[in-house]
C-alpha cells in the first residue's frame, strides 16, 4: 500500500500545463497528438487478437503477445501525457514507462530468434511455381467451406466428379469458416467420401481434439512443425507415405459399388 501512495502521490509537482503557460492552443495540440497516438497504439493489439484467433496454426503467438503489451504500454504512456497536462504523476508515468521498456526488450529477444525462421518460410512467388508445376495433381482450399465443396463437387467446384476423388487429404483444424473437424465428420460420415485417406496436420495437440478426429475416422494426427524445414520435411514424408507406400483403396470404393 505504501508503494502505490507513493507511485500515485505528485509531491507538489506541476502539471505539463504549467510549462506550456496554458497556451490553448500548445495544450490542445498535445492533447489531440497524443490522443490520437493513444487510440492507435490500443487498437493494434485488437488486430493482432484477431489475426491470432483466426490463425491458430502460427508459429509466433509468444512474440505477437510480447509486441502486444508492449503496444499497449506504449499508448499508456500517451494517455499519462494528456492526464500529465492536467495533473502530476509523473512517477505513475515513470512506472508505465519502464513496463514499455521490459516489453519491448523482451520483444526484440524473442524477434532475434525467429528472423531465421521467418527468412525460410517461402514467398508468394516460390508458392506460386509449385502450384502451376502441380496444376491438376494438387488442389488448396483457402477455408473449410471451399474444402467441402471440392471433396463433394458442388459450388464452384460442381465440375467435379465423384469418380476420380482425391487420393489423399491433409487437413488443418483451425480452417476458416467451416472447423477442421466438421469437414473430417462430412467427409467420414458419406459412402461417396468415406474411404479418402484423411490426414490432419495443425499445431493444435489438445487431448479433445485428438480423440475425436480418431472417433471420426481420421487416418493419422500429426503435430505441424514450427520450424518451416522441418514442417517441409513432414510433408514429404507424408505425401511418401499415402501415395507411394500406403495401399489406396481401389476407385469402386468412392463410388459405393
Avoid at 110 to 134: C, D
Wanted: aromatic fraction near 12%; proline fraction near 7%.
Amino acid at each position: 500500500m505504501e508503494f502505490l501512495k507513493h507511485l500515485f502521490a505528485s509531491d507538489g509537482f506541476m502539471p505539463h500545463g504549467y510549462c506550456y503557460l496554458w497556451n490553448p492552443g500548445l495544450v490542445w495540440l498535445h492533447v489531440t497528438s497524443d490522443s490520437l497516438l493513444a487510440a492507435a497504439y490500443l487498437s493494434i493489439p485488437l488486430t493482432l487478437i484477431y489475426f491470432v484467433r483466426r490463425r491458430q496454426d502460427s508459429p509466433f503467438h509468444r512474440m505477437f503477445l510480447c509486441f502486444g503489451t508492449f503496444i499497449i504500454a506504449s499508448g499508456a504512456t500517451h494517455i499519462m501525457e494528456v492526464w500529465n497536462l492536467w495533473n502530476a504523476d509523473y512517477r505513475l508515468t515513470g512506472f508505465i514507462k519502464g513496463v514499455t521498456a521490459l516489453a519491448s526488450v523482451f520483444t526484440v529477444i524473442l524477434l532475434i530468434p525467429l528472423i531465421p525462421q521467418a527468412l525460410a518460410m517461402p514467398s508468394p512467388g516460390n508458392l506460386q511455381r509449385p502450384k502451376q508445376k502441380f496444376r491438376g495433381l494438387l488442389e488448396a482450399a483457402l477455408d473449410g467451406e471451399e474444402a467441402l465443396d471440392f471433396l463433394f463437387c458442388r459450388g464452384s467446384h460442381s465440375d467435379g466428379s465423384f469418380v476420380s476423388p482425391p487420393k489423399f487429404v491433409v487437413l488443418d483444424l483451425k480452417l476458416p469458416k467451416v472447423h477442421g473437424l466438421q469437414v473430417l465428420r462430412e467427409v467420414k460420415s458419406d459412402d461417396r467420401t468415406n474411404a479418402i485417406p484423411v490426414s490432419i496436420l495443425t499445431s493444435c495437440m489438445e487431448d479433445r481434439d485428438l480423440v475425436e478426429s480418431h472417433k471420426l475416422g481420421v487416418n493419422s494426427y500429426i503435430q505441424k512443425p514450427v520450424d518451416f524445414n522441418q514442417f517441409r520435411g513432414t510433408v514429404k514424408e507424408l505425401g511418401l507415405y499415402w501415395m507411394v507406400v500406403n495401399q489406396l483403396p481401389p476407385p469402386n470404393a468412392f463410388t459405393g459399388e
